[in-house]
T-cell receptor
């Protein structure tokens, strides 16, 4: 596809369940980003990959959050033992090169996670 | 987490009116960006600003990068119904984007 795709688009989980969110970046894009967007707020940075290397995970809110990009393409954000405060939209973005301020980040449609 | 101060929080305007919104930060950024987000979608880049003092236009949109590098504004002229949505500013710090709190725009015919 032409853009960033994410799946599932919607996920309902019971508190305590583990969830896995998938991101397919634009083909050939080196950098991949995850953001969390709470209701009524702007997106907040979670983590960043350049190829398969996770260069920044300073935004991950707890050790229940884990992200990987083993082959430098598709990425998975995993949340273990979900809590109600994890309910949010999880956005993935990719950019062609990364490491450069002027590189545009293209966003996917997001996965809406609701933890009951 | 850190979010930039964006105002106004919401605007209700009539079609054809001009709109202005701004964003301030306590930190300096080298790049300011303005995004629009429609319901159920991710943010889409509208305008990017790379130099302090820079004024950039994209159709009916005009944005400026503040001279102090701590603020930016976005103007929309002659608003139309499809301008409805949430507008976010973002400052770029190394690779990560720091977003504002958003301005929700409603346009009435």
């Amino acid at each position: 596809g032409a853009g960033v795709s994410q799946s599932p688009r919607y996920k309902v989980a019971k508190r305590g369940q583990d969830v896995a969110l998938r991101c397919d970046p634009i083909s050939g894009h080196v950098s991949l980003f995850w953001y969390q967007q709470a209701l009524g707020q702007g997106p907040e940075f979670l983590t960043y990959f350049q190829n398969e290397a996770q260069l920044d995970k300073s935004g991950l809110p707890s050790d229940r959050f884990f992200a990987e990009r083993p082959e430098g393409s598709v990425s998975t954000l995993k949340i273990q033992r979900t809590q109600q405060e994890d309910s949010a939209v999880y956005l993935c973005a990719s950019s062609l090169v990364g490491g450069v301020n002027q590189e545009t980040q293209y966003f996917g449609p997001g996965t809406r996670l609701l933890v009951l | 987490g850190q979010q930039l101060n964006q105002s106004p929080q919401s605007m209700f305007i009539q079609e054809g009116e001009d709109v202005s919104m701004n964003c301030t930060s306590s930190s300096i950024f080298n790049t300011w960006l303005w995004y629009k987000q429609d319901p159920g979608e991710g943010p889409v880049l509208l305008i990017a600003l790379y130099k302090a003092g820079e004024l950039t236009s994209n159709g009916r949109l005009t944005a400026q990068f503040g001279i102090t590098r701590k603020d930016s504004f976005l103007n929309i002229s002659a608003s139309i119904p499809s301008d409805v949505g949430i507008y976010f500013c973002a400052g770029q710090y190394t690779d990560k984007l720091i977003f504002g709190t958003g301005t929700r725009l409603q346009v009435f015919p």
